[in-house]
């Protein structure tokens, strides 16, 4: 599957909140300024689908998703019996890649995507290199001998604060405990307005 290759920081000034682990310090400084030329004009007021969409590019954007894969997620989410926008975030939440993030054995999701494409994560003792990949309740994931004495999984090991309580983690080995609740996923998003624009 593809991924975004350009340019990250302005992809963070552009939805004016740090989408990336580097970009908060450069967030605070220039403050919420568009990139480019002209990014420091006064805006024009946003119109309900500029709203709609800035939210999509946003969520988009913070998981390291294409716009395929993305609108993939959102379609299966939509089958799903209860709230739409809260089973998008929820398997969103659950990709291996996010989880690796959480449990703090990378610094960022991409560095998790890395951890994960180079096959230096274990799910239930397997070897799995699919960012993708839904991990489900109960599952263990664990970082592979070969990675373990890596200085920079050992530093963000170090650096982690406390862990969302649907995660569970001993040394480098880390589980599952239950389906995130909406309050201990991502804050910064207002799902509703994704609904709202794939309902067009």
Known sequence: MGRYTGPKRRLSRREGIPLFAKDAK?????????????????????SEYGLQLREKQKMKRMFGLLEKQFKRYFLQ?????????????????TRLDNVVYKL???KSRAGARQLVSHGHIRVMDKKVNIPSYNVKVGQTIAL???IRDNTQVKKSL??????????????????????????E??????EQLIVEYYSR
């Open 26 to 46: 450069a967030i605070e400084r220039k403050g919420a300024v568009a990139p480019g030329q002209h990014g420091a004009r006064k805006r024009r007021r946003v």
């Open 77 to 93: 989410a939509s089958k799903v019996k209860g709230a739409t926008g809260l089973s998008l975030l929820q398997s969103l939440e």
């Open 104 to 106: 703090g054995f990378a």
């Open 185 to 190: 996923m991502e804050q910064s998003i207002d």
């Open 144 to 146: 592979s001998s070969q």
């Open 158 to 183: 170090e650096d982690i604060g406390a862990l969302p309580e649907w995660l569970q983690r001993q040394a480098t080995v880390g589980k599952v405990l239950r389906i995130p609740g909406r309050d």
